[in-house]
């Protein structure tokens, strides 16, 4: 489990090594979510002083882009595809009977913390749809049975 | 036994990691040589997870194969689908920048010699002043889907003043129906780097910037791996191979952002900002990266340069159609029997794709409808398949090839609910800059559902459209028009008013 509450100076250590970069804030923010599983709060401000930029900045690049978590998400993360080419081959069916296999939302994580779902715009598996990613690893033909049955596992 | 198994991520995805496991245990416990070599894929998706073995220097093909089929690959007994390279669906391809993928282990530097590769930067190394010239010759364009000439791009950076450049490689591949750019990467990592070390050369970059998306966790290891190795063989940093010349490559990864596809947002997004866009001009290749000329190229388009400079410049352009020359690596996706990559000279009529190659839908249902080029590519009706494909043919049909991802639907289809879910997508990855994307797309997703509830609202749905079409920044807001209005044009049915009256 990763370290969900991170002290100042473990964060200012996960940020100063990226500093050496040009363009640091992406590479900055990747590497905090991989450390400590979100981007806490608690970076943002420690950010814009390593970079000398507001704090609206941060938050702004933050916000913008989809990967990055403010808060921790479930013990698993589970993305389904919902673009064209899984729609083609029942991906809607798909994700619906996933959810509801589950019990919960798009973006939604299930009770207790087992399970975050979340949509995804393809994963780069179109001719072996649909398609999904559990925990990073990709899953070709997924049905809602092998989805469930990887995050119970 | 020489055994070929796929790593790439399809063969993952179906899990080809325990095909591989039980292989090694299987060959163990039987005290046999086993000699296996990971390599990317041959791009014949159903077929995946594919295994190859060796004979008298053919590679035979079994899949999709699975664990059950162990002991009986190791007997030589299981069934397979005879001689890799004979199978007509790799036997009819042309494959010049995919010629290695799926070929050699894509991380052997050795290998890859040994197929061709570092032949075009050595002959680059010998004349440098004439690579942006070759380039041009060829008449390469940017394979990402604007289809600008890429040598012509390469002319404006290296016309652009001594002071600093960069070398830009846009590995964002968001399009549903495309994977060309992680095919590659997965399987033959050294002739993108090998490209983009030819570009610097060509404009005077020292640095290369390859920013991929992070939806593809099995490229960015190999990429990686691949970088490292190419450094410490002397092929990227200060001095390659011995010329004196400088320039190496860091990797990016992106975060999630379909929009930072589009060139200027992925500048932004390289810069730690926003990923929102650009007005143009300034183009890039004169204030791109931190206000540097840049050159900003597609995977394809720069992994499609090696071999030019290796077959010469009219070999490649000996390929194609009109102003569309070379080859294209068709993706074949969706509801199809044979999906996959499928590469060849441009001019193949869309129906010649759709069923001969891809031998129609795997349902067995009639096609319906084909989008070609992403969320933003038009839907093609049938009726549309005497269509060549190439850049000026599509234009003129109504649509575009954009990064030639091909989507196949058949007649279950609702093309109302592939319209709702063109506006529904561009209102998700907006970057929000410009009125008519981020207001546009929603107010689309609303006007499609009064649609569907039996409101005729054609002519609202036009004039956005055009509203989107002429008023956005860039493609995102511009191109959502194309799936809609070809939606509703040419599938008319299914956006009639009352339609549940008719029924």
Redesign the interface.
């Known amino acids: 489990m990763p370290d969900t509450a991170p002290s100042a100076a473990a964060i200012s250590a996960e940020i100063a090594a990226e500093l050496h970069?040009?363009?640091?804030?992406?590479?900055i923010?990747?590497r905090l979510q991989k450390r400590f599983g979100h981007v806490p709060e608690t970076a943002v401000p420690l950010i814009a002083e390593a970079?000398n930029i507001g704090r609206a900045e941060v938050h702004?690049?933050m916000s913008?882009?989809?990967?990055?978590r403010a808060v921790p998400a479930g013990r698993h993360v589970v993305k389904i595809?919902r673009?064209?080419?899984?729609?083609?081959?029942g991906g809607v069916a798909l994700a619906e009977a996933a959810l509801a296999a589950l019990g919960t939302e798009w973006h939604g994580t299930t009770a207790g913390g087992a399970v975050t779902v979340e949509p995804?715009?393809?994963?780069?598996?179109?001719?072996?749809?649909p398609?999904a990613?559990v925990d990073?690893?990709?899953?070709?033909?997924a049905t809602a049975e092998k989805l469930v049955a990887e995050v119970s596992a | 036994m020489k055994l070929f198994l796929s790593a790439d991520a399809v063969a993952k995805a179906l899990g080809v990691e325990d095909v591989a496991a039980a292989l090694e245990a299987e060959a163990r416990a039987r005290g046999m040589a086993l000699e296996l070599i990971r390599v990317g894929s041959r791009g014949m998706a159903w077929l995946e997870p594919l295994a190859e073995v060796e004979r008298d220097g053919v590679r035979h093909a079994f899949g999709p194969i699975t664990v059950a089929d162990v002991p009986a690959l190791l007997d030589g007994a299981l069934a397979g689908h005879g001689p890799t390279e004979d199978i007509p669906f790799l036997a009819s391809q042309t494959r010049l920048t995919f010629a290695r993928v799926g070929v050699i282990d894509p991380l052997s530097l050795a290998d890859y010699e040994a197929h061709g590769g570092l032949v075009g930067l050595r002959k680059a190394l010998a004349d440098p002043a004439a690579i942006v010239q070759t380039v041009i010759d060829s008449g390469l364009r940017g394979r990402g889907g604007a289809g600008f000439p890429t040598g012509i791009k390469w002319q404006t950076v290296a016309a652009a003043g001594a002071g600093r450049k960069y070398i830009v490689c846009n590995a964002d591949e968001g399009d549903s129906g495309t994977f060309a750019d992680r095919m590659l990467i997965e399987g033959d990592p050294f002739s993108l780097i090998e490209g983009m070390a030819i570009a610097g050369l060509g404009v005077g970059a020292e640095t290369g910037f390859i920013y991929i998306r992070s939806e593809y966790p099995d490229a960015i290891a190999t990429l990686t791996r691949a970088v490292e190795i190419a450094r410490e063989a002397g092929l990227l940093g200060g001095d390659v191979l011995g010329s004196g010349r400088g320039f190496d490559i860091e990797i990016r990864e992106g975060a999630g952002a379909y929009v930072c596809g589009e060139e200027t947002s992925l500048l932004n997004s390289l810069e730690g900002k926003r990923g929102v866009v650009r007005a143009k001009p300034p183009l890039p290749a004169l204030e791109g990266l931190f206000g540097k000329p840049t050159v900003v190229n597609n995977v394809i388009s720069l992994a499609t340069v090696p071999v030019i400079f290796e077959k010469g410049p009219e070999h490649y352009a000996s390929f194609g159609l009109g102003r569309s020359k070379g080859t294209m690596p068709l993706q074949i996706a969706g509801n199809v029997r044979f999906g996959g990559l499928y590469e060849t000279a441009f001019g193949l009529p869309l129906g010649e794709i759709v069923e001969r190659i891809a031998g129609g839908t795997r349902t067995g249902r009639a096609v319906k409808a084909v989008q070609v080029g992403g969320p933003l590519g038009a839907y093609f009706a049938p009726q549309q398949f005497d269509t060549p494909f190439g850049y000026e043919e599509f234009d003129g049909a109504g649509g575009l090839i954009g990064h030639a991802g091909i989507v196949v639907f058949d007649d279950s289809t609702d093309m109302l609910a592939q319209a709702r879910f063109a506006f529904e997508f561009c209102a998700v990855e907006s970057c929000g800059k410009c009125t008519p994307c981020r207001v546009g797309a929603v107010r689309g997703v609303e006007v499609i559902d009064r649609m569907a509830a039996g409101e005729d609202m054609r002519d609202l749905v036009e004039d956005l459209c055009e509203t989107m079409r002429d008023g956005s920044l860039c493609a995102l807001g511009g191109f959502t028009p194309y799936p809609v209005l070809s939606a509703l044009t040419r599938f008319p049915d299914d956006f009639a008013p009352h339609k549940e009256a008719a029924e």
């Open positions: 970069r040009e363009g640091p804030l992406l590479p923010l990747h970079l702004g690049v913008f882009y989809h990967d990055f595809c673009a064209e080419a899984c729609q083609a081959v995804v715009y393809c994963l780069g598996l179109c001719a072996n749809g398609a990613m990073g690893r990709p899953m070709a033909a």
